[in-house]
């Protein structure tokens, strides 16, 4: 848990290590007693945790495809046996190359054996990642998975500033924060990604997860999180420029479509203001070391014995409360500032997804339109004696039928699984909201305790001047 | 004029003791500022005395007073020969509104992009600051005028007397052009005698030891002055962004689903109240810790100047010394070279005697003043802290008993 010792400092990166988690991100279960999703829980705005209870029908032989679409309701299956086996990863910094920094990803599982995935037998276990494979497994979910409609969780950013960050020597204290802000991302990041029934369940998590060396990932320039974003949502891009909007018949989608407007707006305010009050916590430990090394100055110079000595308490006073200000302003950053980073880059997603359903809605009504268009002129090529014409014409409209019959799944497919996507997705961050902001407040609460100690200590040193 | 926000007409009362200086109030002559108006661009001052003192038409009267007037006085008082061996108490500074003003003009002319409740709240804060600003500069023309009252030569100056009692105004013009460039040369002169001067070895071990002393406190005093500033500006910029923070999460609380709403709302009120204590914290470390630094390098300034006078006064005594000793030598003008020398070890003494008194008072009051404010300072942190950690608790005590 989170304390403010003062003799913490970030040059120590430890696999389980002693930094401020944004913990009790609700670990995932992967229990083998598992049921399909519910039929009617999917349909329905239903408040009903899918995944705090069942799971998915967990099975490494199912293809991909079966997981992407299933062909039809899937049988009601009676629940539910309660989670028995928890995965936590962590993520420690080993050391830096050329490549990029790398990782040590620690799995650490609490029932082993109550699962079916063989990756999870044992109870812990590492595997040692690159920056670039948490980017290169980042672009291939999100090619597989936004365009039907799960909220893929975006990989931290590549930073321009890190990339370029000059090694002033080991002990840089900008340094070591950039690689700990890079090493706490990517934990939230991978915590996020297995808490998805779903994608846990894809064969390149799993594998990221399991093998002991990933192929490096190809020009990993274009798999920055933003681009891919850019260019699994290039076509959604292109619905936000149409002039025609998608006849909604759903309120749920319009009021839903808003309300993350709102949040995305709101959540963007909020992160500016808590990134400021870190900036300003930071010049406020500075200002404080500064004024306490020169009221020990003054202190010095001071030529009555006991104001002298009262002095120097205070500087001692002020130095350590500098550090306590250092502290705290971690704390405003990696559980607030972070918090809210993170959800704004999660809207982002899910508003992608929205916006794929649209292009999905539009592909289908284009269909019917050119089937349409199809049918008008095989009936004006019955009155012409064109056999062949004509068997072409009605070949293409059968064809185009299945295309329109296509479309329409593939809507009504995406509309159920962003339901349950979004239904799941304002679950985590109710919970994520409350967990780490009180977690938040409790640093905020040690603060005021310290000073409080450090005050009552200088309270007799101030009064024994005479 | 700004918009949304009259000039303002600030009228305060104020609690009249003086803050940074351990001052016995003398029943024969109490002095304190009573009232003060802030005026668009002066502010004016209602001093006010109470003295059973026979120099004065009656026992208790009240005058009208501006910042020039102050300088006035203090201005008398340096340039009068026979105060030469007395720190002279430092003149207050002029009320400085400007960066206070700015700051809500410029909230005026951003009053468009923000909700009425951020606007009204920002304007609460920049009025409170606003205020708190005119009750330091009232706090320190007070000071000003309790410190000359409190000694026992500067109270019996007719200048100070006028200054109480004449209740129409002074007509004191601000220095002009010229007035201003003599002044500049003086001081310059000042420095590179004072130069001259700090390389003498004083034979005097008390003087010395005062010499070597101020030199040095009073360049510290003038750094952990400065940094004490910049301590206290973070101070107040981080409680500037608790207050943009609570807003956000208020917005948040009204707009978003069931579970979070009630959350948000309590966060928020919770990141407002508790901004307000740090806004307080930085207030009174300002007050009790910024002000005090401020004031002891304006005495320790005029404590400076004193030296300085006194070495003047030394070196003039010896340059007659000197003249005498070639008066004697020609045999020309020796009385006159006698007497001047006379002059010279007179003043140089009666500098010296009464500079001494000077130094060790102004080390009781140093030593007195720091003793109260460090304590001051000490209890209100712990004061603040607890408040802060109450509201921490019980708010972190709801959230935790709903979920």
Not at chain 1, 304 to 317: D, I, K, P, Y
Not at chain 1, 327 to 334: I, K, S
Not at chain 2, 369 to 383: D, I
Request: a negative charge; one cysteine or more; glycine letters at 4%.
């Amino acid at each position: 848990s989170f304390s403010f010792s003062p003799t913490f400092t970030f040059s120590k990166f430890q696999i389980l290590s002693r930094i401020p988690q944004p913990a009790s991100l609700p670990a995932l279960d992967i229990s083998t007693n598992s049921n399909g999703p519910k039929q009617d829980s999917l349909m329905d705005d239903d408040p009903e945790d899918l995944f705090a209870g069942a799971t998915e029908e967990v099975s490494l032989d199912s293809p991909e495809r079966d997981v992407l679409l299933s062909d039809g309701p899937s049988p009601a299956i009676t629940p539910i046996t309660p989670p028995t086996s928890v995965i936590a990863p962590r993520i420690g910094h080993i050391e830096e190359e050329e490549g990029g920094d790398s990782f040590d990803v620690h799995i650490s599982v609490s029932d082993p054996e109550k699962t079916s995935l063989s990756v999870f037998k044992q109870r812990d276990f590492s595997v040692k990642r690159r920056f670039s494979d948490f980017l290169g497994l980042h672009s291939k979910l999100a090619s597989k998975y936004l365009h039907i409609g799960y909220i893929v969780p975006p990989a931290p950013e590549k930073s321009i500033v890190g990339m370029t960050k000059v090694k002033v020597g080991k002990e840089d204290q900008s340094s070591n924060e950039f690689v700990e802000k890079r090493r706490s991302a990517l934990e939230r990041y991978l915590m996020r990604t297995v808490k998805h029934p779903i994608l846990l369940k894809d064969p390149d998590v799993l594998q990221f997860l399991e093998n002991s060396e990933l192929p490096r990932a190809v020009n990993t320039q274009a798999l920055s999180s933003a681009g891919i974003l850019r260019m699994v949502n290039k076509a959604a891009d292109a619905v936000n420029k149409m002039t025609i909007k998608m006849n909604e018949s759903d309120a749920w989608f319009e009021e839903k479509q808003q309300h993350f407007e709102n949040l995305d707006v709101q959540l963007r305010k909020l992160h500016a203001s808590v990134e400021s009050l870190v900036c300003h916590r930071k010049e406020l430990s500075v200002n404080t070391a500064q004024f306490a090394k020169s009221a020990a100055m003054l202190g010095n110079s001071e030529d009555h014995t006991a104001l002298s000595r009262a002095l120097s308490q205070l500087a001692e006073v002020e130095e350590k409360i500098d550090q306590l200000h250092q502290d705290q302003a971690n704390a405003d950053f990696y559980l607030f500032s972070e918090l809210l980073g993170d959800y704004v880059r999660l809207i982002t997603a899910v508003k992608g997804v929205f916006d794929h359903r649209i292009k999905t809605w539009q592909k289908w009504q284009d269909s019917q339109v050119l089937l349409l268009k199809k049918r008008e002129a095989e009936a004006k090529l019955q009155f012409t004696n064109k056999p062949d014409k004509l068997q072409q014409a009605k070949d293409e409209i059968k064809e185009l039928e299945g295309k329109v019959q296509q479309g329409e799944r593939d809507f009504e497919q995406i509309s159920k699984i962003i339901r349950k996507e979004v239904g799941r997705f304002e679950k985590e961050r109710v919970k994520d909201f409350k967990t780490i902001i009180v977690k938040y407040l409790e640093s905020l609460v040690q603060t005021q305790q310290q000073l409080i100690k450090y005050w009552e200590a200088f309270l007799p040193e101030a009064k024994a001047i005479s | 004029m700004l918009k949304g926000f009259r000039s303002h007409d600030l009228c305060v009362l104020l609690q009249p003791r003086a803050m940074n200086v351990d001052l016995e109030m003398d029943a024969t002559l109490q002095v304190d500022i009573s009232d003060a108006l802030s005026e668009r661009d002066k502010v004016k001052f209602t001093v006010h005395t109470k003295s059973t003192l026979p120099n004065f038409k009656q026992n208790e009267f009240s005058v009208v007073r501006q910042h020039e007037e102050f300088i006035w006085l203090h201005d008398s008082f340096i340039e009068n020969e026979d105060y030469a061996g007395y720190i002279i108490p430092p003149a207050p500074p002029r009320p400085d509104f400007d960066a206070s003003r700015e700051k809500l003009q410029k909230l005026g002319e951003g009053e468009g992009s923000m909700t009425k409740e951020e606007f009204t709240k920002m304007k609460q804060e920049l009025e409170a600051e606003y205020l708190a600003i005119f009750k330091k500069t009232v706090a320190m023309h007070e000071v000003f005028l309790c410190r000359v009252a409190a000694h026992p030569v500067l109270r019996k100056d007719l200048n100070f007397h006028v200054f109480l009692e004449y209740n129409q105004d002074l007509s004191v013009r601000g220095k002009n052009k010229k007035e201003k460039l003599e002044d500049f040369f003086k001081n310059v002169v000042k420095s590179a005698d004072g130069v001259l001067v700090a390389g003498v070895k004083d034979v005097d071990d008390f003087f010395e030891h005062e010499k070597t002393f101020l030199l040095e406190y009073h360049n510290r005093v003038k750094d952990a002055s400065a940094k004490c500033d910049r301590m206290i500006r973070s101070h107040k910029n981080a409680a500037d962004d608790m207050n943009r923070i609570a807003s956000s999460l208020y917005t948040l609380g009204t707009q978003d689903s069931m579970d979070l709403c009630k959350f948000f709302l309590k966060v928020s009120e919770l990141f407002d109240k508790t901004r307000k204590v740090e806004a307080r914290v930085a207030a009174d470390e300002d007050l009790k810790l910024a002000d005090l630094l401020k004031y002891y390098l304006r005495e320790s300034q005029a404590a400076k100047d004193l030296l300085y006078r006194r070495s003047r006064a030394l070196v003039d005594y010896e340059n007659a010394n000197k003249g005498l000793d070639k008066a004697r030598a020609k045999n020309r003008d020796v009385l006159q070279a006698e007497t001047s020398q006379q002059l010279c070890c007179h003043k140089f003494e009666k500098i010296s005697e009464s500079a001494k008194q000077e130094l060790i008072d102004f080390k009781t009051r140093r030593v007195a003043a720091f003793r109260k404010n460090l304590v001051e300072l000490a209890e209100l942190e712990l004061k603040h802290a607890k408040g802060n950690l109450q509201l921490l608790q019980s708010c972190v005590g709801v959230l935790n008993s709903n979920t």
